[in-house]
Protein backbone atom coordinates (compact mmCIF):
# COMPACT_ATOMS: atom_id res chain seq x y z
CA UNK A 1 0.00 0.00 0.00
CA UNK A 2 1.31 3.12 -0.59
CA UNK A 3 0.23 6.72 -0.05
CA UNK A 4 1.40 6.17 3.84
CA UNK A 5 4.20 8.83 3.78
CA UNK A 6 3.76 13.30 3.85
CA UNK A 7 5.87 15.26 3.02
CA UNK A 8 8.94 16.51 1.49
CA UNK A 9 11.47 17.73 3.62
CA UNK A 10 9.69 17.34 6.72
CA UNK A 11 8.14 13.63 6.07
CA UNK A 12 6.00 11.79 8.50
CA UNK A 13 5.15 8.17 7.55
CA UNK A 14 2.34 6.50 9.72
CA UNK A 15 1.31 2.68 9.76
CA UNK A 16 -0.65 0.16 12.02
CA UNK A 17 -3.74 -0.32 12.04
CA UNK A 18 -7.26 -0.21 14.41
CA UNK A 19 -7.46 -3.60 15.66
CA UNK A 20 -3.73 -4.79 15.60
CA UNK A 21 -1.48 -4.48 17.93
CA UNK A 22 -0.03 -0.69 17.55
CA UNK A 23 -0.16 1.87 15.55
CA UNK A 24 3.14 4.69 14.98
CA UNK A 25 4.79 7.12 13.14
CA UNK A 26 8.10 7.85 11.87
CA UNK A 27 9.46 11.82 11.45
CA UNK A 28 12.22 12.50 9.28
CA UNK A 29 13.78 15.43 8.80
CA UNK A 30 13.38 16.74 12.18
CA UNK A 31 16.74 19.38 13.24
CA UNK A 32 18.52 18.25 16.62
CA UNK A 33 18.34 20.55 19.51
CA UNK A 34 14.21 20.49 19.96
CA UNK A 35 13.37 19.83 23.82
CA UNK A 36 11.65 16.85 23.55
CA UNK A 37 10.09 14.19 25.94
CA UNK A 38 6.84 11.71 25.88
CA UNK A 39 5.30 13.98 27.81
CA UNK A 40 5.04 16.74 25.44
CA UNK A 41 3.04 13.95 22.83
CA UNK A 42 1.08 12.67 25.22
CA UNK A 43 -0.77 15.83 26.23
CA UNK A 44 -1.52 16.06 22.68
CA UNK A 45 -3.05 12.50 22.04
CA UNK A 46 -4.83 12.89 25.22
CA UNK A 47 -6.91 15.66 23.42
CA UNK A 48 -8.36 12.89 20.68
CA UNK A 49 -8.27 9.35 23.13
CA UNK A 50 -10.93 7.36 22.97
CA UNK A 51 -13.02 8.36 26.45
CA UNK A 52 -11.88 11.66 26.28
CA UNK A 53 -15.65 13.43 26.22
CA UNK A 54 -18.87 11.54 26.48
CA UNK A 55 -19.50 12.52 23.00
CA UNK A 56 -17.38 9.94 21.59
CA UNK A 57 -16.40 6.44 20.89
CA UNK A 58 -16.42 4.19 25.19
CA UNK A 59 -13.73 2.26 23.63
CA UNK A 60 -11.08 2.71 26.61
CA UNK A 61 -7.38 3.33 25.31
CA UNK A 62 -4.73 4.90 27.40
CA UNK A 63 -3.12 5.71 23.86
CA UNK A 64 0.64 5.81 25.83
CA UNK A 65 3.09 6.85 23.79
CA UNK A 66 6.48 5.60 23.65
CA UNK A 67 9.50 7.26 21.48
CA UNK A 68 11.70 4.53 20.45
CA UNK A 69 14.60 6.79 18.68
CA UNK A 70 15.73 10.30 17.55
CA UNK A 71 16.01 11.36 21.17
CA UNK A 72 18.77 11.65 23.50
CA UNK A 73 18.67 13.58 26.90
CA UNK A 74 15.58 15.33 26.16
CA UNK A 75 16.69 16.90 22.68
CA UNK A 76 16.13 15.66 19.36
CA UNK A 77 19.10 14.47 17.20
CA UNK A 78 18.74 15.04 13.54
CA UNK A 79 17.82 11.31 13.11
CA UNK A 80 14.42 9.97 11.98
CA UNK A 81 12.17 10.00 15.20
CA UNK A 82 10.33 6.80 15.81
CA UNK A 83 6.93 6.40 18.31
CA UNK A 84 4.85 4.08 19.19
CA UNK A 85 0.94 3.28 20.93
CA UNK A 86 0.05 -0.16 21.66
CA UNK A 87 -3.18 -1.16 21.25
CA UNK A 88 -4.93 -2.26 24.43
CA UNK A 89 -8.91 -2.18 24.20
CA UNK A 90 -9.88 -3.66 20.64
CA UNK A 91 -13.44 -5.56 20.98
CA UNK A 92 -12.48 -7.05 17.64
CA UNK A 93 -15.48 -9.81 18.52
CA UNK A 94 -17.63 -7.03 17.88
CA UNK A 95 -16.87 -6.37 14.36
CA UNK A 96 -17.36 -10.53 13.03
CA UNK A 97 -20.83 -10.18 12.03
CA UNK A 98 -19.29 -7.02 9.51
CA UNK A 99 -17.12 -9.40 7.86
CA UNK A 100 -19.78 -10.44 5.13
CA UNK A 101 -20.88 -7.03 4.19
CA UNK A 102 -20.58 -3.62 3.20
CA UNK A 103 -21.25 -0.73 5.92
CA UNK A 104 -22.58 2.77 4.05
CA UNK A 105 -20.90 5.15 4.62
CA UNK A 106 -17.35 3.44 5.49
CA UNK A 107 -14.37 2.16 3.10
CA UNK A 108 -15.12 -1.39 3.14
CA UNK A 109 -16.22 -1.86 -0.31
CA UNK A 110 -14.03 0.56 -1.54
CA UNK A 111 -10.38 -1.31 -0.16
CA UNK A 112 -12.08 -4.65 -0.45
CA UNK A 113 -12.89 -4.11 -4.51
CA UNK A 114 -9.19 -2.53 -4.32
CA UNK A 115 -7.03 -4.94 -2.54
CA UNK A 116 -9.01 -8.42 -2.02
CA UNK A 117 -8.64 -8.41 1.50
CA UNK A 118 -9.96 -6.01 4.01
CA UNK A 119 -9.26 -5.83 7.85
CA UNK A 120 -12.67 -5.10 8.60
CA UNK A 121 -12.19 -4.89 12.22
CA UNK A 122 -12.16 -0.94 13.15
CA UNK A 123 -11.90 -0.04 9.71
CA UNK A 124 -8.49 -1.69 9.46
CA UNK A 125 -6.06 1.10 8.00
CA UNK A 126 -9.23 3.47 7.49
CA UNK A 127 -9.75 3.54 11.02
CA UNK A 128 -9.79 7.24 12.02
CA UNK A 129 -7.30 5.74 15.06
CA UNK A 130 -4.82 5.86 12.46
CA UNK A 131 -5.19 9.69 13.38
CA UNK A 132 -3.28 9.40 16.49
CA UNK A 133 -0.42 8.81 14.61
CA UNK A 134 -0.67 12.12 12.73
CA UNK A 135 -0.92 14.09 16.55
CA UNK A 136 1.70 12.31 17.86
CA UNK A 137 4.08 14.15 14.98
CA UNK A 138 1.53 17.21 14.89
CA UNK A 139 2.92 17.31 18.39
CA UNK A 140 6.75 18.12 17.27
CA UNK A 141 5.69 19.91 14.59
CA UNK A 142 3.85 22.55 16.92
CA UNK A 143 7.23 23.00 18.98
CA UNK A 144 8.92 23.74 15.70
CA UNK A 145 6.30 26.30 15.22
CA UNK A 146 6.62 27.79 18.19
CA UNK A 147 10.46 28.10 18.31
CA UNK A 148 9.11 30.31 15.27
CA UNK A 149 6.66 32.40 17.08
CA UNK A 150 3.94 31.13 14.85
CA UNK A 151 0.35 30.62 16.51
CA UNK A 152 -1.58 28.12 15.33
CA UNK A 153 -5.35 26.82 17.07
CA UNK A 154 -8.27 25.09 15.87
CA UNK A 155 -12.11 24.88 17.40
CA UNK A 156 -15.55 23.79 17.10
CA UNK A 157 -17.59 26.54 14.86
CA UNK A 158 -20.51 24.49 14.30
CA UNK A 159 -22.19 21.29 15.50
CA UNK A 160 -25.26 20.38 13.22
CA UNK A 161 -26.63 23.93 12.29
CA UNK A 162 -25.70 25.14 15.68
CA UNK A 163 -22.81 27.99 14.97
CA UNK A 164 -20.79 30.16 17.21
CA UNK A 165 -21.95 33.58 18.33
CA UNK A 166 -19.25 34.89 20.23
CA UNK A 167 -15.70 33.84 20.47
CA UNK A 168 -13.62 33.73 23.71
CA UNK A 169 -10.19 31.33 22.72
CA UNK A 170 -9.98 30.33 26.87
CA UNK A 171 -13.43 29.05 26.77
CA UNK A 172 -12.16 26.53 23.62
CA UNK A 173 -10.41 23.96 26.26
CA UNK A 174 -12.90 24.68 28.53
CA UNK A 175 -15.83 22.67 27.27
CA UNK A 176 -16.12 19.36 25.87
CA UNK A 177 -16.94 20.25 22.43
CA UNK A 178 -13.68 22.85 21.80
CA UNK A 179 -16.08 25.40 21.00
CA UNK A 180 -15.40 29.20 21.80
CA UNK A 181 -18.77 30.13 22.83
CA UNK A 182 -20.08 28.57 25.84
CA UNK A 183 -24.01 29.16 24.89
CA UNK A 184 -23.06 27.76 22.11
CA UNK A 185 -22.00 24.40 23.16
CA UNK A 186 -24.29 24.19 26.25
CA UNK A 187 -26.63 23.92 22.56
CA UNK A 188 -24.35 21.32 20.78
CA UNK A 189 -24.77 18.80 23.46
CA UNK A 190 -28.49 19.34 24.04
CA UNK A 191 -28.96 18.30 20.15
CA UNK A 192 -26.03 15.17 20.38
CA UNK A 193 -28.23 14.09 23.35
CA UNK A 194 -30.82 13.69 21.03
CA UNK A 195 -28.75 12.39 18.37
CA UNK A 196 -27.88 9.38 20.59
CA UNK A 197 -31.26 9.17 21.58
CA UNK A 198 -32.06 8.93 17.85
CA UNK A 199 -29.16 6.44 17.18
CA UNK A 200 -28.22 8.47 14.77
CA UNK A 201 -24.39 11.36 14.40
CA UNK A 202 -23.88 14.65 13.56
CA UNK A 203 -21.00 16.22 11.25
CA UNK A 204 -19.97 19.60 12.32
CA UNK A 205 -17.07 22.89 10.72
CA UNK A 206 -13.76 23.03 12.29
CA UNK A 207 -12.12 26.35 11.92
CA UNK A 208 -8.06 26.84 11.95
CA UNK A 209 -6.23 30.23 12.03
CA UNK A 210 -2.78 30.68 11.97
CA UNK A 211 -0.93 33.87 12.93
CA UNK A 212 2.60 35.34 12.44
CA UNK A 213 3.69 32.89 9.16
CA UNK A 214 6.38 34.25 7.33
CA UNK A 215 5.16 36.25 4.23
CA UNK A 216 5.98 33.74 0.99
CA UNK A 217 5.47 30.48 2.32
CA UNK A 218 4.08 27.69 -0.29
CA UNK A 219 5.13 27.56 -3.62
CA UNK A 220 3.52 29.57 -7.34
CA UNK A 221 2.62 26.47 -9.01
CA UNK A 222 1.68 23.02 -7.77
CA UNK A 223 2.59 23.41 -4.57
CA UNK A 224 0.56 26.42 -3.54
CA UNK A 225 -0.17 26.96 0.52
CA UNK A 226 -3.61 26.17 -0.12
CA UNK A 227 -2.98 22.60 -2.14
CA UNK A 228 -0.59 21.38 0.32
CA UNK A 229 -2.70 22.33 3.04
CA UNK A 230 -6.16 20.87 0.95
CA UNK A 231 -3.62 17.24 0.73
CA UNK A 232 -2.84 17.39 4.43
CA UNK A 233 -6.61 18.28 5.72
CA UNK A 234 -8.37 16.18 3.18
CA UNK A 235 -6.36 13.19 3.60
CA UNK A 236 -8.31 13.02 7.29
CA UNK A 237 -10.91 10.65 6.96
CA UNK A 238 -13.93 12.27 7.56
CA UNK A 239 -13.73 15.67 5.97
CA UNK A 240 -15.65 16.36 2.99
CA UNK A 241 -15.08 20.24 2.22
CA UNK A 242 -12.39 22.51 2.64
CA UNK A 243 -12.68 26.93 2.20
CA UNK A 244 -10.19 29.72 2.72
CA UNK A 245 -10.89 32.91 3.47
CA UNK A 246 -14.41 34.05 2.74
CA UNK A 247 -14.46 30.14 0.96
CA UNK A 248 -17.44 29.96 -1.68
CA UNK A 249 -19.07 32.66 -0.93
CA UNK A 250 -16.74 34.81 -2.63
CA UNK A 251 -18.58 33.17 -5.96
CA UNK A 252 -21.46 35.91 -4.86
CA UNK A 253 -19.83 38.92 -4.53
CA UNK A 254 -17.80 41.11 -7.12
CA UNK A 255 -14.39 41.76 -7.18
CA UNK A 256 -14.33 45.12 -5.60
CA UNK A 257 -15.44 43.86 -3.13
CA UNK A 258 -12.98 40.36 -2.76
CA UNK A 259 -9.98 41.95 -2.82
CA UNK A 260 -8.03 43.19 -0.29
CA UNK A 261 -6.95 46.32 -0.41
CA UNK A 262 -3.21 47.22 0.51
CA UNK A 263 -2.06 50.21 3.40
CA UNK A 264 1.45 51.19 4.19
CA UNK A 265 1.75 52.43 7.96
CA UNK A 266 4.88 53.25 9.82
CA UNK A 267 6.92 51.51 6.51
CA UNK A 268 4.90 47.80 7.09
CA UNK A 269 2.62 46.72 4.41
CA UNK A 270 -0.45 45.66 5.53
CA UNK A 271 -4.28 44.31 4.13
CA UNK A 272 -7.08 46.13 5.14
CA UNK A 273 -9.47 43.30 4.65
CA UNK A 274 -8.27 39.32 4.92
CA UNK A 275 -11.09 37.39 2.43
CA UNK A 276 -8.52 35.66 1.03
CA UNK A 277 -7.63 34.06 4.46
CA UNK A 278 -4.09 34.98 4.41
CA UNK A 279 -2.95 33.32 0.67
CA UNK A 280 -2.39 35.26 -2.35
CA UNK A 281 -1.66 33.67 -5.67
CA UNK A 282 -0.25 29.98 -3.94
CA UNK A 283 1.77 32.01 -0.79
CA UNK A 284 0.90 33.43 2.71
CA UNK A 285 0.60 36.97 2.74
CA UNK A 286 1.44 38.07 6.09
CA UNK A 287 -2.00 38.19 7.03
CA UNK A 288 -3.72 35.22 9.39
CA UNK A 289 -4.25 32.08 7.67
CA UNK A 290 -7.73 31.76 8.05
CA UNK A 291 -9.53 28.00 6.80
CA UNK A 292 -12.67 25.52 7.44
CA UNK A 293 -12.98 22.01 6.84
CA UNK A 294 -17.01 20.24 7.18
CA UNK A 295 -17.33 17.03 8.53
CA UNK A 296 -19.53 14.34 7.55
CA UNK A 297 -21.12 12.65 10.55
CA UNK A 298 -19.89 9.19 11.63
CA UNK A 299 -21.12 6.47 9.45
CA UNK A 300 -21.08 3.94 12.20
CA UNK A 301 -24.94 4.31 14.06
CA UNK A 302 -27.31 2.12 15.47
CA UNK A 303 -30.43 3.00 13.33
CA UNK A 304 -32.06 0.62 10.88
CA UNK A 305 -29.33 1.35 7.37
CA UNK A 306 -29.65 -0.65 4.01
CA UNK A 307 -26.66 -2.42 2.40
CA UNK A 308 -25.61 -5.82 0.50
CA UNK A 309 -23.20 -8.60 1.13
CA UNK A 310 -20.16 -9.30 -0.50
CA UNK A 311 -22.08 -12.10 -2.70
CA UNK A 312 -24.94 -8.83 -3.98
CA UNK A 313 -27.93 -9.38 -1.38
CA UNK A 314 -29.88 -6.69 -0.16
CA UNK A 315 -30.01 -6.75 4.02
CA UNK A 316 -30.97 -4.47 6.79
CA UNK A 317 -28.32 -4.45 9.38
CA UNK A 318 -27.74 -2.46 12.82
CA UNK A 319 -24.32 -1.66 13.58
CA UNK A 320 -22.59 -2.62 16.74
CA UNK A 321 -19.96 -1.41 18.35
CA UNK A 322 -18.59 1.43 20.07
CA UNK A 323 -18.79 4.31 18.26
CA UNK A 324 -18.73 8.34 18.28
CA UNK A 325 -21.47 10.46 17.96
CA UNK A 326 -19.84 13.05 16.44
CA UNK A 327 -16.05 12.91 15.25
CA UNK A 328 -15.14 16.84 15.17
CA UNK A 329 -14.22 17.35 19.01
CA UNK A 330 -11.85 14.26 18.86
CA UNK A 331 -10.90 16.18 15.12
CA UNK A 332 -10.08 19.44 16.87
CA UNK A 333 -6.15 18.75 17.38
CA UNK A 334 -5.62 16.25 14.33
CA UNK A 335 -6.99 19.35 12.30
CA UNK A 336 -4.12 21.21 14.19
CA UNK A 337 -1.84 18.34 13.73
CA UNK A 338 -2.20 18.15 9.89
CA UNK A 339 -1.75 21.86 9.48
CA UNK A 340 1.64 22.01 11.77
CA UNK A 341 3.12 19.15 10.05
CA UNK A 342 2.35 20.80 6.62
CA UNK A 343 3.34 24.36 7.10
CA UNK A 344 6.74 22.90 9.11
CA UNK A 345 7.25 21.18 5.93
CA UNK A 346 6.31 24.07 3.59
CA UNK A 347 8.58 26.26 6.30
CA UNK A 348 11.65 23.91 5.47
CA UNK A 349 11.51 24.08 1.50
CA UNK A 350 11.21 27.89 1.48
CA UNK A 351 14.67 28.31 3.39
CA UNK A 352 16.30 27.42 -0.14
CA UNK A 353 14.08 30.05 -2.14
CA UNK A 354 16.40 32.79 -2.32
CA UNK A 355 20.70 32.75 -2.94
CA UNK A 356 20.57 35.70 -0.47
CA UNK A 357 19.16 33.29 2.70
CA UNK A 358 21.53 30.25 1.39
CA UNK A 359 25.05 32.71 1.66
CA UNK A 360 23.47 34.78 4.90
CA UNK A 361 22.96 30.92 6.73
CA UNK A 362 26.65 29.87 5.28
CA UNK A 363 28.25 32.94 5.42
CA UNK A 364 26.60 34.38 9.19
Not at 40 to 62: A, F, H, M, V, W
Request: charged share 20%; with cysteine; glycine share 10%.
Amino acid sequence: MSGSIFGKQFTISTWGESHGKALGVVIDGCPSGISLCEADIQKELDKRKPGSNPYGTKRKESDEVHILSGVFEGKTTGTPISMIVYNQDHHSADYSEIASYYRPGHADYTFDKKYGLHDYRGGGRSSGRETLCRVAAGAVAKKILSALQIDLFAYTKSIGDITVQEFCREEISQNKLFMPDKQAAALAETYLQQCIKEEDSAGGIIECVVSHLPIGIGEPVFDKLQAVLGQALFSIGAVKGLEFGDGFSVSQVKGSQNNDAFFAENGVIQKKTNHSGGILGGMSDGSPLVFRLAFKPTPSIYKTQQTVTKNGENISINIKGRHDPIIVPRAVVVVEAMTAIALVDLLFQNMVSNIHSIINFYQS
